[in-house]
């Protein structure tokens, strides 16, 4: 009986502490392809690398949520223009390596939280 009840008690213990834990890994990972953004994103002025890459915390531990911004509205598909390319501008992705440079990543990230 004293077994069952220390690890019952244990179980719940993690089980109340993964969700911020969760958060904590997901913020991590978003770091991580954020940096791998901000190295890969050309450089022709610098603003995207330098300025608009940065990570915004998701509630949802199941959300990694990296954001690409520029500093005024006017140009806020800027960021999208680069990475898929438009009718007179090739593609150009930074993001799109970045999440598949970290991607394999992922599982032990996660499996450290249950360690």
Do not use: W
């Not at 690890?7 to 954020?34: D, F, H, M, Y």
């Amino acid at each position: 009986m004293s077994l069952k009840f220390k690890l019952t008690s244990r179980l719940s213990r993690l089980a109340n502490q993964l969700p911020a834990k969760a958060r904590e890994r997901s913020a991590q990972v978003a770091e991580e392809i954020a940096a791998h953004a901000r190295q890969n994103a050309p450089r022709r002025t610098g603003h995207l690398a330098d300025e608009s890459i940065h990570v915004v915390p998701a509630e949802n531990p199941d959300v990694i949520r990296v954001v690409v911004s520029t500093a005024d509205a006017e140009h806020d598909e800027y960021a999208a223009i680069v990475e898929y390319g438009s009718s007179r501008q090739a593609a150009e992705p930074y993001l799109t390596p970045a999440v598949e440079a970290v991607k394999p990543t992922l599982p032990n990230h996660y499996k450290k939280l249950i360690e």
